[in-house]
């Protein structure tokens, strides 16, 4: 049992070295505009702050923030303000992880955008002290799970033209670690549209969705909103003889006001 809770910690610990790079890719940048501005147009998770739609907070009090709202964003816009640093973001989705509780947003909420400003930086703060002040509350795939205490080492692979039949049993199937339920769209939501889409994709070696395709349509926006989320989903990968394969799969996502 030590054995394997050190061996967990120690994964652990390298995924946090590797995902710390994957949320600050200009962390190396010189100026802490540059890195922020590298996450303008990424699909991440935040955390804490998803029903309020303009929070105030100091970045020493980002390790403790307790609200259980999460979201899954399209970070729009990102600026260093002198020693404040500003995002706006738009909703695209909730996450959920499969057997845990479910974080609920206690407020109605009436908004899909919302803006954050964080202080308390010095005024030459680096960009790595940046990406890791706000990597606790804005989040990677593979940090969100870390957090959550899911493992997850899998890097991405690229596409594949053709990945092949699925495999011939016996074989286990791909188990889904982290659901991004997408939100509607705004003509969907104005008029209480609602139902379902079927998307077929298949789950790679690598635990991320490749090549999806709606099978199924919906309309007014829907079929582009579930399209948008799928490259936040993550899975275990599909084994045979206890090597990851690629498993082409049908999903269906559902849209439903109440």
């Known amino acids: 049992m030590v054995d394997r ?8 610990l390298l995924q946090g070295i590797w995902l710390f790079a994957t949320l600050s890719p200009a962390a190396k940048s010189q100026t802490p505009q540059d890195y922020l501005h590298s996450l303008v147009g990424q699909k991440l998770i935040l955390r804490h702050f998803g029903d309020i739609q303009q929070v105030k907070v100091k970045k020493d009090q980002l390790a403790g923030m307790q609200g259980t709202c999460d979201v899954a964003v399209l970070v729009k816009d990102a600026r260093w303000d002198k020693r404040h640093v500003r995002l706006q973001w738009e909703e695209i989705g909730s996450p959920y992880l499969p057997g845990q509780p479910h974080r609920v947003c206690k407020n109605t909420r009436v908004f899909d955008q919302g803006q954050i ?40 692979e690229p596409d594949v033209e053709n990945p092949g039949p699925s495999p011939a049993p016996p074989f286990s199937r791909p188990r889904v670690l982290l659901v991004v339920n997408p939100a509607f ?24 969705v490749h090549r999806p395709s709606v099978t199924r349509k919906l309309g007014l926006g829907l079929d582009e909103m579930a399209l948008s989320v799928l490259p936040l989903w993550r899975f275990e990968p599909a084994r045979k003889l206890d090597k990851p394969v690629a498993f082409q799969q049908s999903m269906e996502i559902n849209f439903h006001l109440y």
């Open 5 to 12: 809770t050190a061996k967990f910690l120690f994964v652990s």
């Open 185 to 208: 769209s705004e003509e969907a939501r104005r008029t209480k549209y609602q139902g379902s889409v079927t998307i077929s994709a298949y789950v790679g070696t690598d635990g991320r």
């Open 117 to 156: 400003k964080v202080t308390g930086f010095e005024s030459g703060e680096s960009s790595d002290s940046i990406a890791a002040s706000l990597g606790l509350i804005l989040q990677t795939p593979e940090q969100y799970l870390v957090a959550a205490g899911i493992p997850f080492d899998l890097l991405p």
